[in-house]
């Protein structure tokens, strides 16, 4: 009865038009705007003009079109973009929630969002009494001594983090030169490491899903700076030796640096600075509901144990006696990072995530783990009867499964992703995490309806139930397939150089 439901749900077709570039349906003389006859004498410009200095000889070789043909080339590319605004996005670890809008609303408003980093502190006491409370909700959020605002980006909050860590073995007058990381990990990991000077050493996850404790002892030794662990993991489940981990770490002076890439699953449940985190970096698109990927601009708070606080790099917004605030940029001891970005970081992201905890409060954020928890789980039941789960355990916001149920029916990872398209939806993440073959990772999110992830399991269902000839999917799309490994080795792009 249930399988019945999701299948009524699933297919849907749509036009789609084949599109040209501009420069193959230009037409010359074609304009877009119709300009009177000149009423002046003409002239040539200067010998010294602008074009000249530039060295540009020629004109450009624009396309030349007139105006409703730009506006519908533009217009029907829009709809070839995939959107959370669409539908599901179940593309797992990147946490492709829905945005409320009212964040958007309250950080556009001119009074918040045209303020200048220049401003005098006397006219900008509510930004910074905002940038100082969304600080003390992510200490309460972590367990945690002490935050800084700064870092651009998750990955740089990463970086600064790792920064931190180093320095506080240099105030010890020790170079420590490895980090332990986990194949469950993220990738930006052992990537953050490397850039901030660091020997990566890997462990492997244990059969249950998890770190296992004499892994993680056969490693540690004096050259160890620290451990990096994303937990939740990217199986989507809680590293359960965590705490004891952090002990044997803080027996060696070592460090425990969590990636924050997965709160939204614990958020409100557990503290990273209960089980004995020393540094843990916030990806508020993933955590807050501030927008996600376009290039930004981002935002990757940290939040530290008291071992780290001394050296978080400044400015840090502190409050006066009389109760009003101002920047702290006076380092007396000389042991703080550099800034790790202009200004203060990212204040339009600041005010998203500011609004989004007060909205919720702390009963709604412990609410969006739970739901988040729930969502996945949800999947999971409907799904492991027919994709393959290999690593069972207690998973919590996100799922990975793989392709052994359909090998001898012709699908694999890769063709169950590209089929998908075909059904109006954006792939899963695949062939991640390393730690699973031809992976399959599935993440709703909190803010998925029950109906839409019933339409994505049936889409799921038909396509794992359905006959072969797959080698043609996807198939209701402007470009059917692309030769991946051609691309990536002949990299080609403007056709119409010359």
């Given at each position: 009865?249930?399988?019945?439901?999701?299948?009524?749900?699933?297919?849907?077709?749509?036009?789609?038009?084949?599109?040209?570039?501009?420069?193959?349906?230009?037409?010359?003389?074609?304009?877009?705007?119709?300009?009177?006859?000149?009423?002046?004498?003409?002239?040539?410009?200067?010998?010294?003009?602008?074009?000249?200095?530039?060295?540009?000889?020629?004109l450009p070789r624009l396309p030349e079109l007139s105006?409703?043909?730009?506006?519908?080339?533009?217009?029907?590319?829009?709809?070839?973009?995939?959107?959370?605004?669409?539908?599901?996005?179940?593309?797992?670890?990147?946490?492709?929630?829905?945005?409320?809008?009212?964040?958007?609303?309250?950080?556009?408003?001119?009074?918040?969002?045209?303020?200048?980093?220049?401003?005098?502190?006397?006219?900008?006491?509510?930004?910074?009494?905002?940038?100082?409370?969304?600080?003390?909700?992510?200490?309460?959020?972590?367990?945690?001594?002490?935050?800084?605002?700064?870092?651009?980006?998750?990955?740089?909050?990463?970086?600064?983090?790792?920064?931190?860590?180093?320095?506080?073995?240099?105030?010890?007058?020790?170079?420590?030169?490895?980090?332990?990381?986990?194949?469950?990990?993220?990738?930006?990991?052992?990537?953050?490491?490397?850039?901030?000077?660091?020997?990566?050493?890997?462990?492997?996850?244990?059969?249950?899903?998890?770190?296992?404790?004499?892994?993680?002892?056969?490693?540690?030794?004096?050259?160890?700076?620290?451990?990096?662990?994303?937990?939740?993991?990217?199986?989507?489940?809680?590293?359960?030796?965590?705490?004891?981990?952090?002990?044997?770490?803080?027996?060696?002076?070592?460090?425990?640096?969590?990636?924050?890439?997965?709160?939204?699953?614990?958020?409100?449940?557990?503290?990273?600075?209960?089980?004995?985190?020393?540094?843990?970096?916030?990806?508020?698109?993933?955590?807050?509901?501030?927008?996600?990927?376009?290039?930004?601009?981002?935002?990757?708070?940290?939040?530290?144990?008291?071992?780290?606080?001394?050296?978080?790099p400044l400015p840090d917004v502190a409050?006066?006696?009389?109760?009003?605030?101002?920047?702290?940029?006076?380092?007396?001891?000389?042991?703080?990072?550099?800034?790790?970005?202009?200004?203060?970081?990212?204040?339009?992201?600041?005010?998203?995530?500011?609004?989004?905890?007060?909205?919720?409060?702390?009963?709604?954020?412990?609410?969006?783990?739970?739901?988040?928890?729930?969502?996945?789980?949800?999947?999971?039941?409907?799904?492991?009867?027919?994709?393959?789960?290999?690593?069972?355990?207690?998973?919590?916001?996100?799922?990975?499964?793989?392709?052994?149920?359909?090998?001898?029916?012709?699908?694999?990872?890769?063709?169950?992703?590209?089929?998908?398209?075909?059904?109006?939806?954006?792939?899963?993440?695949?062939?991640?995490?390393?730690?699973?073959?031809?992976?399959?990772?599935?993440?709703?999110?909190?803010?998925?309806?029950?109906?839409?992830?019933?339409?994505?399991?049936?889409?799921?269902?038909?396509?794992?139930?359905?006959?072969?000839?797959?080698?043609?999917?996807?198939?209701?799309?402007?470009?059917?397939?692309?030769?991946?490994?051609?691309?990536?080795?002949?990299?080609?792009?403007?056709?119409?150089?010359?």
């Amino acid at each position: 009865m249930g399988q019945e439901k999701h299948r009524k749900t699933t297919t849907s077709r749509a036009v789609v038009l084949e599109e040209a570039t501009l420069f193959e349906v230009s037409r010359p003389g074609a304009r877009g705007a119709a300009l009177p006859p000149l009423d002046v004498p003409s002239c040539e410009l200067p010998s010294d003009s602008s074009r000249s200095k530039s060295g540009r000889k020629v004109l450009p070789r624009l396309p030349e079109l007139s105006e409703p043909e730009v506006v519908r080339h533009f217009t029907r590319l829009s709809t070839w973009n995939y959107a959370i605004d669409l539908g599901l996005y179940p593309l797992g670890s990147c946490t492709m929630k829905y945005n409320p809008r009212v964040n958007e609303a309250i950080a556009r408003d001119p009074r918040v969002g045209d303020a200048h980093p220049q401003d005098p502190l006397q006219w900008s006491q509510g930004h910074l009494q905002i940038m100082h409370e969304l600080k003390q909700d992510l200490k309460d959020i972590t367990g945690l001594a002490d935050v800084s605002l700064m870092p651009a980006a998750g990955a740089q909050g990463e970086f600064t983090g790792l920064r931190l860590m180093a320095q506080y073995h240099a105030q010890k007058g020790r170079h420590r030169s490895k980090i332990i990381t986990a194949d469950s990990a993220h990738g930006t990991n052992p990537a953050s490491a490397t850039l901030a000077g660091f020997e990566i050493v890997q462990v492997q996850t244990g059969p249950h899903g998890y770190i296992e404790v004499e892994d993680v002892r056969r490693v540690l030794n004096d050259d160890v700076a620290g451990l990096m662990v994303t937990n939740p993991n990217t199986l989507g489940i809680f590293e359960k030796n965590i705490k004891e981990i952090a002990e044997i770490l803080h027996e060696k002076d070592a460090l425990l640096y969590i990636d924050g890439a997965n709160l939204n699953a614990v958020m409100g449940i557990t503290r990273p600075g209960d089980y004995g985190a020393d540094v843990i970096q916030f990806n508020l698109h993933k955590t807050f509901s501030t927008p996600h990927g376009g290039g930004g601009p981002g935002s990757g708070p940290i939040a530290v144990s008291e071992r780290l606080a001394p050296f978080l790099p400044l400015p840090d917004v502190a409050v006066r006696p009389d109760g009003s605030y101002e920047l702290k940029s006076h380092d007396p001891n000389g042991v703080r990072l550099p800034r790790v970005k202009a200004f203060y970081g990212n204040f339009g992201m600041f005010i998203r995530a500011w609004v989004y905890i007060r909205a919720l409060g702390s009963d709604g954020l412990r609410a969006v783990s739970e739901n988040a928890i729930l969502n996945a789980n949800y999947l999971k039941s409907q799904l492991e009867g027919c994709l393959n789960l290999p690593v069972e355990g207690d998973h919590l916001h996100e799922i990975v499964f793989n392709d052994r149920n359909q090998r001898e029916l012709g699908l694999d990872t890769s063709l169950m992703a590209k089929r998908l398209i075909d059904y109006g939806f954006h792939p899963p993440t695949v062939h991640f995490p390393l730690c699973v073959k031809n992976a399959i990772m599935v993440e709703p999110t909190e803010t998925e309806p029950i109906a839409e992830m019933d339409r994505f399991i049936g889409a799921v269902r038909e396509i794992v139930s359905e006959p072969g000839n797959n080698d043609s999917v996807p198939r209701h799309v402007p470009r059917a397939r692309v030769d991946e490994t051609r691309a990536a080795r002949q990299l080609k792009l403007n056709h119409f150089a010359e």
